[in-house]
């Protein structure tokens, strides 16, 4: 497939780093294109782990072009350590980074008023990751942000900073928070613009370029779908369209040049962070975390677990178009006597089908579940769809039918060869 676009299909921290790795030996260009450092993609190659925040996954592999597009907002301070942190493993970073120019700056300020907002909630929080990303994107479409454009000019960016430290330090000692030096924020940004200079260019024409060169891409989405600004479950999402859709306008690669949607899914649930999670279960949260899994990437925190739901997941394959699937984690499944999936929510009297837009009546779901017999054996080094338990085969078949779309990839541990293409 030429363009290819990779999304969550839950609340993010679907296993996307590891399809995405798999993924782009056959893609020539691995664009992101909305989010921020919010983001932690974990990959891990022979023995070594490594967890991308900012810069695509595909910087793993030496041969491909990788694209920060406009879509996502830069917090140049932490892209610099990505960077300089990635060098010093020995992975290359130089022409095979682009940065786009029009992209937006998480500004100290973003991430200061970010956690305090958040704080301010109360029992209302978000549980935000804390680096800045509403704020930010807030600035945006308020059209007070500022641009990787503007930090490239010292003095443009000198000017316009004066005036947003100035606004936000009021709003910071409001809030009781520590009001920022302009001299401080101005040359801890003067000093990471001048290394990222090198990578920002027109990105929007760079890839029209390539892609008229006949080169294949594959965008690597962020988040998941129930995470999106627009059809997430609203207002515990983050502040980007992570859905399809926000593939090309993160991009100006227009939606009919787009070949490909795959949905990538656990074989169960997971969320972290606040609000609503019908299929949450503590025995599902206990077995996994005592297996050491899903603690956050990039906070470290525990996320709720639960089962598989399939109103979700049928959900993201609507507002997403989903052509092919990706079933993540399914090993995480493998001592389990019973599997359970939500095929649909009663509230009350009321049964629904689709997720409820209401976050109270999102809140009081209770989930119809289906079961299924485990299969009680390792799948880790399976690597054939016809070697998979029956069992399994069965759930898959089953998770898969009930989201729709074609079954393509199944992962069963974390290693780029812990996968197979059906
Ligand atoms: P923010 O994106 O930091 O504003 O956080 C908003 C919500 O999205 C919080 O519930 C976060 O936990 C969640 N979130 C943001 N990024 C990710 C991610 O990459 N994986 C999973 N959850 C995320």
Redesign the pocket.
């Known amino acids: 497939m030429a363009n290819t676009i990779l999304v969550g299909a839950q609340?993010?921290?679907e296993g996307k780093g590891k399809i995405i790795d798999v993924l782009t030996e056959t893609s020539d260009i691995v664009v992101r294109s909305q989010g921020g450092a919010?983001?932690?993609h974990t990959v891990i190659v022979g023995d070594e782990k490594f967890v991308l925040h900012l810069i695509p996954s595909g910087i793993l592999r030496p041969d491909k072009v990788c694209v920060i597009a406009n879509g996502v907002v830069i917090d140049p301070v932490s892209l610099v350590g990505e960077i300089e942190g990635l060098k010093q493993r020995k992975i290359k970073v130089g022409k095979n980074l682009l940065i786009s120019e029009t992209a937006h700056v998480v500004m100290p300020y973003h991430r200061e008023l970010d956690g305090l907002r958040d704080h301010k909630k109360g029992k209302n929080k978000?549980?935000?990751?804390k680096?800045g990303?509403?704020p930010t994107y807030g600035d945006k479409a308020a059209r007070v942000g500022l641009r990787m454009i503007d930090l490239m000019d010292p003095d443009r960016f000198a000017e316009k900073l004066k005036g947003r430290v100035r606004e936000n330090n009021a709003v910071i000692k409001a809030w009781g928070g520590t009001p920022l030096s302009y001299k401080k924020v101005l040359a801890d940004y003067q000093e990471a613009a001048a290394k990222l200079k090198p990578f920002v260019t027109n990105t929007v024409v760079y890839l029209h370029e390539a892609m008229n060169a006949g080169k294949r891409m594959l965008f690597e989405g962020?988040?998941g779908t129930f995470?999106d600004i627009d059809h997430g479950t609203y207002p515990?999402?983050?502040?980007s369209n992570t859905v399809a859709g926000g593939a090309s306008t993160g991009s100006g690669v227009p939606p009919h040049r787009m070949d490909n949607v795959l949905g990538v899914m656990k074989a169960y649930t997971t969320r972290?962070?606040?609000?609503p999670m019908p299929t949450h279960n503590d025995a599902v949260s206990d077995l996994l975390h005592g297996m050491g899994r899903e603690f956050g990437a990039?906070t470290g925190r525990a996320r709720r677990c639960g089962w598989f739901d399939s109103v979700l997941t049928r959900h993201a394959a609507m507002v997403n178009g989903f052509d092919d699937l990706a079933v993540t984690n399914l090993d995480g499944l493998d001592t389990c006597e019973t599997l359970r999936v939500c095929v649909a929510y009663k509230v009350g009297r009321k049964t629904f089908e689709h997720l409820p837009n209401d976050k109270d009546d999102l809140a009081n779901c209770v989930p119809i579940y289906q079961d299924f017999p485990g299969w009680r054996s390792s799948t880790e080094n399976v690597r054939e769809w016809k070697k998979l338990p029956v069992n399994a085969r069965n759930y898959l078949k089953a998770i898969t039918q009930l989201t729709g779309g074609r079954l393509k990839i199944v992962s069963v541990g974390p290693k780029r060869e812990q996968t197979f293409m059906l």
């Open positions: 609340w993010g921290d919010n983001a932690g978000i549980g935000t990751t680096r990303i509403g962020a988040q995470l515990y999402v983050t502040s972290v962070g606040e609000g990039t």
